[in-house]
């Protein structure tokens, strides 16, 4: 029989990873903050239950997390009782998160000096994709590891990537959420230009949709937008965070990114009203004011 | 048997919508500044060459044009023996040309005054739509006008949007430009910031190709600024004028867009070097200095 | 005696220049749109008023005007009885407004071409140094009238400069308000900073007062912002447009203004609530949302 | 016979500091990382060289630090043997250094854990002003500490301000440097259009000098730009830093900051080349393209 997969952090994303995980062969061993989670993946696929996020890691050679922030992911691993306290050599341990470049480098340090493998694999895409197994898996680390979990992350998305050492995942990460930032400004600014135009926003939808620039955002948050509608799919905050990434990973380089900037300073302005409303909501701001 | 369709100017974007309208039905009068481009329609098609872009008004009663920029339009429509003093009453013309809104009200006016009706009718799409008949219309004027042509918009065309009064088509095509502009320097700076970042720039593109941002802008253009070939499809100094266009018109309306002006800047920087080449090569200016 | 100066337009500029002129022994033959300003200078100073602009142009060799904006320029120059008619072989015509250059170029030609000299004279400084004779005048076109009339510019004003043909004047008020504008939305951004990080803001006006920062429009306007008051010296929409010119001047020499343009949509931002006040209302957009 | 002042950090700006305070009444113990530095003072004044950092402190009731970066300030605050450990209740620390409000908060924490009082006093200034006891002292803190060294800062400099709890005195300074290096940003942009348009650039440095906008820094560095002199008094680097710190505190506080983030944005254009020149070289990259 084949070794169990441990899987940590069974939130929004995690959930769907975990199950598609599970319905295309693998066997589970795992581990939430609310225990409730654990106990529906039990009852509905026979998952061992973890008493810990370390017994995971003890009990597992493969281990995947899916922790949603650096507070999160801290107050799991680190600590006398963390998780990573459970590796020992040989111990493989994928984190999905996406945080920093900085604290990837990070945990790989402490997974490595403890013996064990590491591989950083932010993904692209949110909820949707994780229940429905399309996500995008961009991954920095140890290579080798990399071609051993593919099985895995086939199972749990349409595509992975292998960037380089650990960061260049999610310096990948950075940039794509960067351009789609970016996107999403322009598109409020176009609408905002046409409705004060007295221009049909439902047309230049289609119209949009019809050309060169075509995409599935415009496709999908363009009638919302014009409807008001910022339910939240990514919230502002964190595209606004994104964009500051994005910007600050710029300064260390010394590239100039002025039309990023502009992006972030919208995002800015629109953050304190409307920063847990969905991303599209920077619209409000770049409407006709008065 | 039909009434013949006058069709002026038989430049990139003529020739091919002209070739349509006869492919599929029509019988035309042309007239061309060079008269080989009208003898080769002659010869190929057996359409009726006018001696003056006067004369194609005088014969029919609805007739196309499209000129390429204001001073060709000027020096066609305007003056003692120019075209628009072919127009009498009842006579049609449709200008499918990208001019400003403005002088698409300046050309209306003359046209009513001499008892004529007009429509404006700028197109989304380039050389290869024109040839393949999938451009889009963007129509404003007499929308009487634009039902009684839409069999010949639907020859050229794979859509056709009728948007209010003269000056809503313009200024659609420039809020459309405006969004497409912007979104070709974030490509610019996501590229210089992955490029900078020594990330493997092949999967970038790709990776944005399987997310939410998917367009065919990115996915033709996004190799060939990796292999630094900016061959132009649509030429910088054009994209900049367009942006430049944009952020007036955002002018005039009170709506502030930081984005598109920073957007503006990036092509006003790029354009001396650059503005003949295809306006990716934003992405020259955006890549990491020294 | 000496030749009468003629003198037209007496608005809130032209009546403390004209004063200045008068009382430092130059007579004047003055016209205004509401005669009541003339008849004031006549009372007061015994000045001749004439019928119409015209006349103050047919009686006097040299002339200078103060017309506010574009539209008053064009109602009193332009036309068959318009002032300009008024010109003929060596007469003199100063133009002190702020146009832009090419309108200033378009009344030298029309002044050229009946015979007379021509020199654009716009002026830095506003109603206060108007009246005390400090005004800085920025001249361009003939050179030879630059050198008759200065007697009369150091009447009204505490610095004359030549910079070229017509045109140049302009051009150098453009530039010279871009900075002031730019300067404006630097003071509201930082004082927006320092209000959200709870810093004393009388300390912080005091503090860019000692350092190299140190001048007199931060000094004047930094109290006034903190206690709300935007009295209008300067309004916006005025400030406003002169950014606007910057740009679009930065756009026909191939000058990127990115700063300039980011503080320039930060006037557009403001401009549909705060047009009428003070430039310094630009702080109103710039402080803590929400 | 009056305490001791001690006094860390004998570089461009602790030199001129020290030599103020000794000139003044004072007597000093002092330590420099360059010990000739220290000599120089021994001689010249007859101060007291210490062994260490640390020694200055256990010997002084009050010590003043001028350390120029954080990587300075840790290597010799912190550790084993850092001056810190120095620090007895009762012992005053007041640190003159330009470092972040995070940084001087976790100085002070440390300082007080030990029974010390703390002091963040940054100043505004450079070199001349240092030499000259021209300096202004932004001060945060212990406010009891801030008028017990008052006769100090009145050595050193020509004003001082107590601005609140530790961090306010260099949130002051960041909201300061970012106006700062907005204008130079926005005198580089006014010079290079300036010079785009042919205008007279001695002219242009004069006239903003007889207008609300005069100020020493124009004065100062206009002609340097003009003459492409671009000597160091403050690297463009430490300015592009400065404008960072700025962008990101207005990110912590939900201020946004357009004109501001693009004036970043050219600074991190120009800090690969011109990094190590006077931050006027960001003139350089705003001059008139290719």
């Known amino acids: 029989m084949a070794e169990p997969i441990g899987f940590i952090g069974l939130g929004i994303m995690g959930m769907g990873m975990a199950k598609n995980l599970v319905t295309k062969g693998n066997s589970l061993i795992v581990w939430n903050r609310d225990i409730s989670k654990s106990e529906a993946m039990a009852t509905e696929f026979g998952c061992e239950i973890a008493q810990s996020a370390k017994e995971v890691i003890e009990k597992c050679i493969i281990t995947f997390s899916m922790l949603s922030t650096i507070e999160a992911s801290d107050a799991v691993f680190l600590g006398e009782e963390g998780a990573l306290c459970g590796i020992s050599p040989g111990k493989c341990l994928i984190d999905c998160a996406t945080l920093t470049p900085e604290k990837m480098v990070q945990t790989e340090e402490i997974v490595l000096a403890r013996?064990?493998?590491?591989?950083?694999?932010?993904?692209?895409?949110?909820?949707?994709?994780?229940?429905?197994?399309?996500?995008?898996?961009?991954?920095?680390?140890?290579?080798?590891?990399?071609?051993?979990?593919?099985?895995?992350?086939?199972?749990?998305?349409?595509?992975?990537?292998?960037?380089?050492?650990?960061?260049?995942?999610?310096?990948?990460?950075?940039?794509?959420?960067?351009?789609?930032?970016?996107?999403?400004?322009?598109?409020?600014?176009?609408?905002?230009?046409?409705?004060?135009?007295?221009?049909?926003?439902?047309?230049?939808?289609?119209i949009l949709d019809l050309g060169a620039m075509s995409n599935p955002m415009f496709r999908l948050k363009g009638p919302k937008i014009i409807n008001g509608d910022h339910t939240v799919n990514f919230p502002l905050k964190h595209q606004q965070k994104d964009m500051r990434f994005a910007v600050e990973l710029g300064d260390q380089l010394g590239v100039s990114l002025p039309v990023s900037a502009a992006a972030n300073e919208s995002y800015k302005r629109a953050r304190l009203e409307y920063g847990d409303q969905d991303f599209s909501a920077v619209f409000e701001i770049a409407k006709k004011q008065k």
Chains 1, 2, 3, 4 share one sequence.
């Open 115 to 206: 013996g064990g493998l590491f591989l950083e694999a932010p993904v692209s895409g949110s909820k949707g994709p994780a229940e429905q197994g399309t996500l995008i898996f961009l991954c920095g680390g140890n290579e080798e590891l990399f071609g051993r979990v593919k099985p895995q992350f086939e199972a749990m998305g349409k595509a992975n990537f292998y960037l380089g050492p650990v960061g260049q995942g999610s310096r990948m990460k950075i940039v794509v959420n960067m351009i789609m930032g970016g996107m999403m400004t322009l598109l409020a600014e176009g609408l905002a230009l046409g409705s004060a135009s007295e221009l049909p926003l439902a047309d230049l939808i289609q």
